[in-house]
């Protein structure tokens, strides 16, 4: 039986972060989602707004968001269930790909059903004004697997030999 928003166990200041940092919640997210202070990389951003969606900071969540930062927060009437997340897996963070750009790649697990699923994803931040802001996805699903270049007979050896593949390494191979 999988647990409603209203049964989980509350969040204090003492709990661990959803966003598995590690830290407590205080430590970690609460301040970033409080305003009492500001993320300083675009990975704790990042955190702050998978713990958003968590705990239900959507205030959070509008105003780290590129597209609307600028625009005033109106709550939304709530439609259904909310999606129950249940853990973050930070796989890389990519800082200052360009000046004021970093990718973080990440996959945010939920509960549906009896089911775990995930969501992969690679996202784009950009700082701007002294904040990190979540900008856009860029890759959604697992990065792409890269294969090695098949050598054709004829083509010259990837040993550097200078030779024809076949009368170099092929034998060997």
Sequence with gaps: MSQTSSERAPITATSPCPCGSGKTFAECCEPIIKRQRVAETAEQVMRSRFT????????????????TVKTPYVAEAETGEPMQW????????????????????????????????????????????GEWLFNRPIRQGPAPVKTAVKVGRNDPCPCGSGKKYKNCCLGKA
């Design 52 to 67: 958003a969606h968590v705990i239900g900071a959507e205030e959070h969540l509008h105003r780290t968001y590129v597209p």
């Design 86 to 129: 249940t853990r973050l897996v930070i796989h890389s963070h990519e800082p200052e790909v360009r000046p004021g750009m970093s990718y973080v790649d990440f996959t945010a697990y939920y509960r549906e059903g009896d089911a775990e699923k995930a969501m992969h994803e690679k996202s784009e931040f950009l700082h701007q004004e």
